[in-house]
């Protein structure tokens, strides 16, 4: 074999210096490459730690608005049951009160005639007694006991069942008499 000429040795050379060149490069783009990758994936890891952090802070708070929101919803039903409880209260004693309403209201449709009643009494008992033959009878019977008719218990109704412009009506009530519509 002979040996090569000094052409082909620097072919060779130039040849093999081409290739270290290309090695060196895509040596130093692989190292980029590499640095690349390592960069990005440090990067996911950070951002998988800050969404990890953030996703857990997310959870606390949902929670701890969950539990607040729970005793607030527990709070409200307490008052809820509270205020029924009240209610009903209040609506048994609007029904009694209602019924004594319906009482007073029977009360005062009354008045004018238990009024009049007692006027048509006490005129009566102005009157006094009628002389007669049958006096000493009548005279008798009264003695017997009190008259459900004496002033006495004329006056007491009349305290009882007539109001104060009732009293400074009461000159007009022996005068006027009729009967009312």
Do not use: W
Request: hydrophobic share 35%; with cysteine; proline share 3%.
């Amino acid at each position: 074999m002979s040996s090569p000429s000094p052409v082909q040795i620097r072919e060779a050379n130039a040849h093999l210096a081409a290739l270290h060149r290309r090695v060196a490069d895509l040596e130093q783009r692989l190292e980029a490459a590499e640095n690349t990758v390592r960069e990005q994936a440090e990067s996911l890891i950070r951002k998988d730690e800050q969404l990890r952090a953030a996703t857990q802070e997310i959870t606390e708070a949902k929670d701890r608005e969950i539990s607040y929101l729970h005793e607030k919803l527990c709070h409200s039903e307490e008052t809820i049951q509270k205020f029924q409880h009240t209610v009903k209260e209040k609506d048994a004693l609007i029904g009694q009160l209602q019924h004594r309403c319906q009482l007073l209201d029977n009360i005062c449709k009354s008045r004018p005639l238990l009024d009049k009643m007692l006027s048509h009494m006490a005129e009566a008992e102005r009157m006094g007694p009628v002389v007669d033959l049958g006096e000493a009878a009548v005279n008798s019977s009264l003695t017997d006991g009190e008259s459900s008719c004496s002033p006495n218990r004329v006056s007491n109704h009349k305290d009882f069942s007539l109001s104060e412009d009732d009293m400074d009506d009461q000159e007009l009530d022996g005068v006027v008499f009729g009967t009312t519509v």
